[in-house]
């Protein structure tokens, strides 16, 4: 069974930062595309980053620059580095394994 674990959420203010991490259980991790979507409430769950396993990578159109998605092979962990966040990027944040695994979860809160 895959475990994705994710980690790194929290409260932040406008034009702060977070880094989000996701800890996966296996070692098919190398093998598989990653990414991290995410949901506010209300919306449809929306595609932020992915990372596929050459290392290429794809944001979100509103994503601009302000976000970058890495993995580490060796810790089986993708992250996502959020800079310059706004009040809309208020939401859950969904770790992703390809095809179809998801984590949990991670609330990411931006304050005004």
């Known amino acids: 069974q895959v475990q994705l674990v994710e980690s790194g959420g929290g409260l932040v203010q406008a034009g702060g930062s977070l880094r989000l991490s996701c800890a996966a259980s296996?070692?098919?991790?190398?093998?598989?595309?990653m990414g991290w979507y995410r949901q506010a409430p209300g919306k449809q769950r929306e595609l932020v980053a992915s990372?596929?396993?050459?290392?290429?990578?794809n944001y979100g159109e509103f994503v601009k620059d302000r976000f970058s998605i890495s993995r580490d092979n060796a810790k089986k962990t993708v992250y996502l580095q959020m800079n310059s966040l706004k009040p809309d990027d208020t939401a859950v944040y969904f770790c992703?394994?390809?095809?179809?695994?998801w984590g949990q979860g991670t609330q990411v809160t931006v304050s005004a």
């Open positions: 296996v070692n098919i991790f190398s093998s598989r595309t």
């Open positions: 990372v596929s396993t050459s290392g290429r990578t």
């Open positions: 992703w394994m390809f095809q179809d695994v």
